[in-house]
């Protein structure tokens, strides 16, 4: 069989690159049918994603924040409204209900009167009595009870349903006091006591003398100063010798005179504005000495620095020389006229 050439004709030329173009167009047909169907879709989905037509909300008059605050405090007015008509009807029932009154003086209990009457208490409160105990005034009376000279503080306070209580504090005395011909009692602070009506407790004192009737209080807290100085420093080292005295003589700041109760006679020293316990066991050293030496010893000024003076305040006055507490005093000689202060 003879060999058969074959030769592609113009007509096969033409068909195999339109089946290559049409193979390569495939691809570009797909992506575009693709986009047209991405495309529809979009068209299919946005009416659901345009903005709906507006619904118009009927809304209150004021917003719902300032609502809820309005809400809140109309309760809390409420509230406060109901504790309100409590709180009256409370008032209301204190003030008129017979359970409150004060019926008598028994209702009335009183603490810490001493020295104090309890009738004089009992005084200040008898307008009160078949009154309302809410209607008592404490403060005035605390401050009534306050005036009586006996009472340092006082507290009044009820108890309910109808009673009061006062709790007193009284003064404490430390000395007699002599103010013209009168005696009485005298605080720390300087305030005059009378002496008490019972006979329960008794006191044992020196006597103030040098303070006047018309000296205003500061100037006799200045001398009770004084005074309770004094009476630490003589007692510091329990020697207690303060109970030898008998009399205290605060007239004079500059120089404290105190009178010694002695079996032989009492002897008034002189203990100047300080120093008060080194001055007077000078005393203590030298007095069996001094009586020896003077037939009547009266007074000792102790004021002066190594100097002694012996019953200056008779004009008999002679003078001993001091040396140190062991060795004994030197004798008498006559008064120096000029002597120098410690």
């Known amino acids: 069989m003879a060999r058969e050439d074959w030769y592609p004709t113009r007509e096969k ?19 575009l049918e693709s986009e047209r169907r991405i495309s529809l879709d979009e068209e299919e989905e946005s009416p659901f994603l345009r903005g709906q037509k507006r619904v118009s909300v009927r809304r209150g008059p004021l917003p719902r924040k300032a609502a809820s605050r309005l809400k809140w405090a109309f309760v809390a007015l409420l509230v406060l409204g109901l504790v309100g008509l409590a709180a009256a009807w409370t008032y209301r029932y204190g003030a008129k209900s017979w359970r409150f009154r004060l019926e008598s003086r028994d209702h009335l209990e009183v603490t810490g009167a001493a020295n104090v009457p309890k009738a004089q208490v009992l005084e200040l409160f008898a307008g009160d009595i078949g009154h309302n105990v809410f209607s008592v ?12 000279p006996w009472v340092e503080s006082a507290a009044v306070m009820r108890l309910l349903p109808n009673r009061v209580k006062v709790e007193i504090r009284e003064r404490t005395p430390v000395a007699f006091v002599q103010i013209g011909s009168k005696i009485s009692l005298i605080d720390s602070n300087g305030v005059v006591v009378e002496l008490p009506s019972s006979k329960q407790t008794k ?14 209080l500061s100037t006799r807290a200045a001398r009770m100063k004084i005074y309770n100085t004094l009476l630490r420093e003589l007692d510091s080292e329990g020697g207690n010798y303060s109970a030898g005295l008998s009399e205290v003589d605060l007239s004079d700041a500059d120089d404290v005179k105190v009178t010694v109760a002695d079996p032989a ?51 008999r006055a002679a003078p001993a020389a001091q040396k140190p507490a062991p060795k004994p005093a030197a004798p008498a000689r006559p008064a120096a006229k000029s002597r120098k202060k410690r």
């Open 13 to 31: 030329e033409q068909t195999r690159p339109r089946t290559r173009v049409a193979r390569e167009e495939e691809p570009l047909a797909e992506e």
């Open 137 to 148: 005034p404490l403060e005035e009376r605390k401050k009534q009870l306050e005036e009586i």
């Open 203 to 216: 006191y044992s004192f020196p006597v103030i003398v040098g303070m006047g009737d018309a000296e205003p």
């Open 265 to 315: 006679g009492a002897v008034l020293v002189h203990l100047g504005s300080g120093n008060f316990l080194a001055r007077y066991k000078v005393y203590l050293a030298h007095l069996a000495e001094w009586r020896q030496q003077f037939q009547k010893l009266e007074s000792v000024d102790l004021r002066y620095d190594r100097q002694v003076i012996v019953n200056p305040d008779t004009h």
